[in-house]
C-alpha cells in the first residue's frame, strides 16, 4: 500500500545516510523530494505543504545539523510527524452505555460501505459482540440484496423495510428490533452519495436526528485523490463524523488520502480494509503504518495474525517434531495453508522489516498459483510417501507427477526444497531452545 | 506534530474549495507578467485538481518557456494556454467508437471495484436504446454480492435483454453466452459489465483476460472497445490502474464517472498524456441520462476557470 511512498523517501534519505554532516541545504533538498513523494501519494497540497514545513523547523531548529547522525534523526522526525499526522493512537468504537450501540456509516458512492458494514460486523462478532445489520441505502439497484446476501454468507441478521421505506424509519426500526432481540451493535448501511447533493445530505441529517447514533464512521477509499479533504470536510461539518474507514488498502495506492482525512477533519482513521474476503478488516494502527512507510517493517501485525491462525498445540507439535526431525510433508502441507490463512503472501513479505524496501521483492511476484501446485503435488502422495519422501523413486515420481497435473521436475524440486527446509530447521532447533513468538513462526516453502 | 499546526491545517482546508474558485483570477490580480509565484500557485491549481505532478510541471514549464521567449503572458492569456495545453494532451476531437464489420459490436467495460461500472454499463445500453440500437447486456460480474440484480434493474430501465448465470460462475461464459445470444438475435451492441478488481491482483487480471480471449474467439475484432470506468475523485492511483489494465486487455477509452462532485478528474489528462487512450464519456449524475460523451474543451474550461 505504502510501499511506493516508502521507496521514495527511502531513496531521498539513502543520499542523507551517505553524508557525514547536513548542511541547511541538505535538508531543504531532501524534503523537496519528500514534498514531490507525498504529492505523487495523493496526499493534500496544503497538508504536505505544512507537513514539510514542520519537519524542516524542527529539523533545523533542533540540533540536528550539529549530531553525529543527522539523517538517522531527520529520519525520526518525519516518522514522527507522520504518526502524529495520522492520529498518534489507535481509535476504537465507542460503545454506548445502553446497548444496542448505533454505528451508521456514510461515505460516497462507490468507496465501499456495503462491504464494509459487513466486514465490520463479523470483526466485532469475533470480538465477542452481537451485531446486526441495517439496510438503508434504498436508491442503489439492489444495494439491499446485496447486504443481505453478505448477511447470510456470514450468518448475520439483516434487517430492511425494502426499497419503498424511508431510511429513517429502517434506522429507527433496526434499533427497535436490535432491542427486542437482544443484539448489542446495529451497523447501518447508508446509500452512497455525491457529497454536494443537498437532498441526500438532508436525508443523512434526518436520519442522524431520528436515531442518534452512537458512531458515525465515514468509508473512504484508498484511492482517492486531491478531492478526499473535500469529502472528509463535508461529511465532518454536517454528520459530525466520529472515525473514518480506509478502504482498497491492498491495491497498490498510496494512501496519501489516509494523511490528508485525518489532517482535516481532526477525526482518526479506526479501520482499514486490505481485502476482498469478509474478514480483511483490520483496526488502523498509526505507528505501524509510519514504519511500514518508512520501510521498518511491520512486525506486529505478523505477530497477531500468527497469533489468530496457529494453535499454541499444535506449534508445539510441530516444534517438537521438527526437534526430532519427524517432520513430514503432511506437517509441510498444513503449515503452508496456515501462512496462507495470515493474508496473501505478498502482504505478509512487506510486513518483514527489510523484506519492504528490497529491490527485489518489487520484482518477485508471489504466485499463490505455485502455492497451490505444492499442494496438489503433496496430495497425490500416499500417506506413506509423505511420512517418508525417501520412498519416492522414479516411477512413484511419475504416477505423483500425473496425478497433480505437473512435471516431473516439479515434483522433484519440492522434494528437495523439503528435504534442505528440514535440515535448516533442525539446526535452527539445536540453537534455539526458547519459545518466543519466532518459535511459533512457521517456515515458509 | 504540534496543536497549532493541526488546527492551522483544518482551518485552512476548509477553504480549500472556496479559494480554488478564482485562485487564478487572485494570483494574477495587479500583475502583468508571469513570475515565480504566479508559476508555483498555478501549479497547485493544477495539483489540487488531481492532473499529478508530471503533468502539471510539464504545463508550467511551457507556460514557463512562453514567458521567458518574451511572449507577454498575463492572467488571461496564461488560463488559455493551460487550457490549449490540456487540450492538446486530451486530442481535439476523439476517434469514434469501433463498430463490428458485422454481427453484434461488443464493448467490454473494466476497471477497480467501486467505479461505477455497472452504472454506465447501463447508462451506455440506455444511450445506445434511445437511438433506435438493439442492447444485449452480459452480466459478467459474478462475484459482487447482488451485481447481477442491480444490472437487471439497468436492463429494464433501457429495454435493453440481460443474459446472465449464477453468481460465482465463469465470467467468460457470461461473456460468451451474451455475444453468442447476440448474434442470433441480430443485435447491434453487447456491453459486458465484469467485476471490479484491483489492478494488483494478478489472479483476478488473468481471469479478465480470458474474458476477453474468449470474446475474440467468438467474434472477429471483439471486443471492438475496451472502457476503463475511472472514478473521478480517483487520484495518482489511476495511472496504475490505466497502466495494469492496458497491458492485460488494451484499452480503447476510457469513461470517467462521478464528476458531478467536487472532484474535477484531472487524472484522465495524466491518463491521456501518459498512454494516449481518449475519454469517451463522462458521467455528470445520478440519472438515466446522465452519461455524455466527452467534450475535451469543455472539460478543459471547467477544470481551469477563472469563475
Redesign the interface.
Known amino acids: 500500500m505504502f510501499e511506493n511512498l516508502s521507496a521514495k523517501l527511502q531513496d531521498v534519505f539513502k543520499n542523507l545516510r551517505n553524508r557525514g554532516r547536513l548542511t541547511e541545504k541538505d535538508v531543504d533538498l531532501a524534503l523537496k523530494e519528500v514534498r514531490m513523494a507525498l504529492l505523487e501519494a495523493d496526499v493534500n497540497f496544503k497538508v504536505t505543504k505544512d507537513f514539510v514545513a514542520s519537519v524542516k523547523a524542527r529539523a533545523i531548529g533542533s540540533a540536528v545539523l550539529e549530531s553525529l547522525t543527522p539523517a538517522q534523526q531527520v529520519i525520526k522526525i518525519v516518522f514522527e510527524e507522520l504518526t502524529a499526522l495520522m492520529g498518534g493512537q489507535s481509535a476504537k468504537i465507542a460503545f454506548a452505555n445502553k446497548p444496542p450501540t448505533l454505528v451508521m456509516l456514510v461515505g460516497l458512492q462507490g468507496s465501499g460501505k456495503t462491504t464494509t458494514c459487513a466486514k465490520l460486523a463479523s470483526l466485532l462478532r469475533k470480538q465477542g459482540k452481537r451485531p446486526m445489520m441495517a439496510a438503508a441505502d434504498v436508491y442503489r439497484p439492489a444495494a439491499i440484496k446485496q447486504l443481505q446476501v453478505l448477511g447470510s454468507q456470514l450468518n448475520i441478521e439483516v434487517f430492511t423495510l425494502g426499497d419503498k421505506a424511508d431510511p429513517a424509519d429502517i434506522a429507527a426500526g433496526a434499533v427497535e428490533r436490535a432491542r427486542s432481540f437482544g443484539y448489542d451493535t446495529v451497523l447501518l448501511d447508508t446509500a452512497g452519495r455525491l457529497h454536494i447533493d443537498e437532498e441526500m445530505m438532508v436525508e443523512l441529517e434526518r436520519i442522524r436526528a431520528r436515531v442518534s447514533p452512537h458512531e458515525v464512521l465515514l468509508v473512504v477509499d484508498a484511492m482517492t485523490g486531491q478531492d478526499a479533504v473535500n469529502v472528509a470536510t463535508t461529511f465532518n461539518e454536517r454528520m459530525g463524523i466520529d472515525g473514518v474507514v480506509l478502504t482498497k488498502l491492498d491495491g497498490d495506492a498510496r494512501g496519501g488520502a489516509a494523511l490528508s482525512v485525518r489532517a482535516v477533519t481532526g477525526k482518526p482513521i479506526k479501520f482499514v480494509a486490505t481485502g476482498e474476503k469478509l474478514d480483511a478488516l483490520e483496526p488502523f494502527h498509526p505507528d505501524r503504518m509510519s514504519s511500514r512507510i518508512l520501510g521498518m517493517g511491520d512486525v506486529l501485525t505478523i505477530i497477531e495474525r500468527a497469533q489468530e491462525v496457529f494453535d499454541e498445540e499444535q506449534a508445539r507439535q510441530v516444534q517438537e517434531k521438527i526437534r526430532k526431525q519427524e517432520l513430514t510433508l503432511d506437517d509441510f502441507l498444513k503449515q503452508m495453508q496456515d501462512v496462507r490463512k495470515m493474508g496473501p503472501l505478498d502482504q505478509i513479505l512487506g510486513m518483514i522489516p527489510g523484506l519492504g524496501r528490497s529491490k527485489a521483492l518489487k520484482d518477485l511476484k508471489v504466485d499463490e498459483k505455485d502455492i497451490g501446485k505444492v499442494e496438489a503435488i503433496i496430495r497425490s502422495m500416499t500417506p506413506g510417501e509423505r511420512r517418508n519422501p525417501s520412498i519416492i523413486d522414479g516411477s512413484r515420481k511419475r504416477r505423483i507427477a500425473v496425478g497433480s497435473g505437473t512435471k516431473v521436475q516439479d515434483v522433484n524440486a519440492l522434494l528437495k526444497q523439503f528435504e534442505q527446509t528440514r535440515k535448516m530447521l533442525k539446526q535452527l532447533g539445536e540453537v534455539s531452545k526458547h519459545k518466543g513468538p519466532l518459535g511459533k513462526m512457521p517456515f515458509m516453502p | 506534530?504540534?496543536p497549532s499546526?493541526?488546527?492551522?491545517?483544518?482551518a485552512?482546508?476548509?477553504k480549500?474549495?472556496d479559494a480554488l474558485v478564482g485562485k487564478i483570477e487572485q494570483v494574477f490580480t495587479g500583475k502583468a507578467q508571469v513570475d515565480e509565484d504566479m508559476l508555483e500557485e498555478l501549479e497547485?491549481v493544477l495539483?489540487?485538481?488531481?492532473l499529478?505532478?508530471k503533468a502539471t510541471q510539464s504545463i508550467i514549464a511551457t507556460l514557463r518557456e512562453q514567458s521567458e521567449r518574451g511572449k507577454p503572458v498575463d492572467s488571461s492569456t496564461a488560463i488559455s494556454l493551460i487550457q490549449e495545453e490540456i487540450v492538446r494532451i486530451l486530442g481535439e476531437k476523439p476517434p469514434t467508437m469501433a463498430r463490428a464489420e458485422s454481427g453484434p459490436t461488443v464493448i467490454m467495460m473494466v476497471g477497480?471495484?467501486?467505479?461505477?461500472k455497472t452504472t454506465s454499463t447501463g447508462k451506455i445500453a440506455s444511450m445506445l436504446c434511445a437511438s433506435g440500437k438493439s442492447v444485449v447486456l452480459a452480466a459478467a460480474d459474478t462475484f459482487?454480492?447482488?451485481?447481477i440484480?442491480?444490472l437487471?434493474?439497468?436492463g429494464r430501465r433501457s429495454g435493453a435483454t440481460v443474459i446472465k448465470h449464477q453468481?460465482s460462475s465463469d465470467p467468460a461464459a457470461v461473456a460468451f453466452d451474451a455475444f453468442e445470444a447476440g448474434r442470433a438475435r441480430g443485435i447491434d451492441y453487447v456491453i459486458v459489465d465484469t467485476a471490479g478488481r484491483?489492478?494488483?491482483k494478478?489472479?483476478l487480471m488473468e481471469e479478465l483476460k480470458k474474458v476477453k480471449r474468449v470474446l475474440g474467439r467468438a467474434g472477429t475484432g471483439a471486443p471492438h472497445e475496451t472502457l476503463l470506468v475511472v472514478?473521478?475523485?480517483?487520484?495518482?492511483?489511476?495511472i496504475?490502474q490505466a497502466r495494469v489494465f492496458n497491458e492485460a486487455v488494451g484499452l480503447t477509452g476510457v469513461v470517467l464517472t462521478?464528476l458531478?462532485?467536487?472532484?474535477?478528474g484531472g487524472?484522465v489528462v495524466a491518463i491521456c498524456s501518459e498512454f494516449g487512450v481518449p475519454v469517451r464519456y463522462v458521467g455528470v449524475g445520478?440519472g438515466v441520462d446522465d452519461l455524455r460523451p466527452f467534450d475535451p474543451r469543455e472539460f478543459a474550461a471547467s477544470l481551469v476557470s477563472a469563475r
Open positions: 506534530m504540534s499546526l493541526f488546527s492551522a491545517i483544518r485552512g482546508l476548509a480549500t474549495r497547485a495539483i489540487q485538481a488531481d499529478g505532478i477497480v471495484n467501486g467505479t461505477g459482487r454480492a447482488a451485481a440484480e442491480q437487471e434493474v439497468w453468481e484491483l489492478h494488483t494478478s489472479n472514478d473521478a475523485t480517483t487520484g495518482q492511483n489511476a496504475a462521478k458531478d462532485g467536487t472532484a474535477r487524472i445520478e
